[in-house]
């Protein structure tokens, strides 16, 4: 079992950056496949970005592309959402998923969800 915990969301204006967080607890966190994903109310739960267990491999929608970048640290028990360039499109609930199995741009293939942290992004 892993429980996810995101923070960093917050307000700020658009061109700027912001760094998510999402604490896991669980000592099988390392062979977890982690992702990013994003909800606005009246909306489908969108895919942002995604990392294998390694940290090596990492997939991201193209809307962020070039702008977010996602890391982990396994020893620490800790994944990452860098996001730059940060525009009024990008506000939404963002959450922290992962899955002991193939993590893919599905919400559907993952198995663990934080509550998620808000970001807004001012024009």
């Known amino acids: 079992q892993v429980q996810l915990v995101e923070s960093g969301g917050g307000l700020v204006q658009a061109g700027g950056s912001l760094r998510l967080s999402c604490a896991a607890s669980?000592?099988?966190?390392?062979?977890?496949?982690m992702a990013w994903f994003r909800q606005n109310p009246g909306k489908e739960r969108e895919f942002v970005a995604a990392?294998?267990?390694?940290?090596?491999?990492?997939s991201y929608a193209d809307s962020v592309k070039g702008r977010f970048a996602i890391t982990r640290d396994n020893a620490k028990n800790m994944v990452y959402l860098q996001m730059n360039s940060l525009k009024p499109e990008d506000t939404a609930l963002y959450f922290c998923?992962?899955?002991?199995?193939?993590?893919?741009?599905?919400?559907?293939?993952?198995?663990?969800w934080g509550q998620g942290t808000q970001v807004t992004v001012s024009s």
């Open positions: 998923a992962g899955t002991r199995g193939t993590g893919t741009q599905s919400p559907a293939s993952y198995d663990y």
């Open positions: 669980g000592r099988t966190f390392s062979r977890h496949d």
């Open positions: 990392t294998g267990w390694t940290g090596a491999t990492t």
